[in-house]
């Protein structure tokens, strides 16, 4: 079993940078590939990025490349979402989940465990 706590989300102008921390509960973190997952206002989630158990591997969704940076501290149990260039249709609620797959995944109905989320605007 795995808890996962969001934090970091909040209010910010086009064009600025956030960093959201998920942290993670238990010794087992560093077993586990980790995804960021958004959601808007009558959309359904989807995958933002995901990240190996080592790091290794990253993958994007492509309307984040060179915007969001995902990493990890298996040290801290922490995932985090770099976000920069911030657009005003990157306003969503945002989710940290971890998938019991073998390797990164982007489908949601792959990750076991979910935190609450934090919400993040972006106002033009």
């Known amino acids: 079993q795995v808890q996962l706590v969001e934090s970091g989300g909040g209010l910010v102008q086009a064009g600025g940078s956030l960093r959201l921390s998920c942290v993670a509960s238990g010794r087992t973190f560093s077993r586990y590939p980790m995804g960021w997952f958004r959601q808007a206002p009558g959309k359904e989630r989807e995958f933002v990025a995901g990240i190996s158990q080592n790091g290794y591997i990253i993958v994007y969704t492509d309307s984040v490349k060179g915007r969001f940076t995902i990493s990890r501290d298996n040290a801290k149990n922490t995932v985090y979402l770099q976000m920069n260039i911030l657009k005003p249709e990157d306003t969503a609620v945002y989710y940290c989940?971890?998938?019991?797959?073998?390797?990164?995944?982007?489908?949601?109905?792959?990750?076991?465990?979910w935190g609450q989320g934090t919400q993040v605007t972006v106002s033009s």
């Open positions: 989940a971890a998938t019991i797959t073998i390797g990164v995944s982007k489908k949601l109905d792959e990750y076991a465990y």
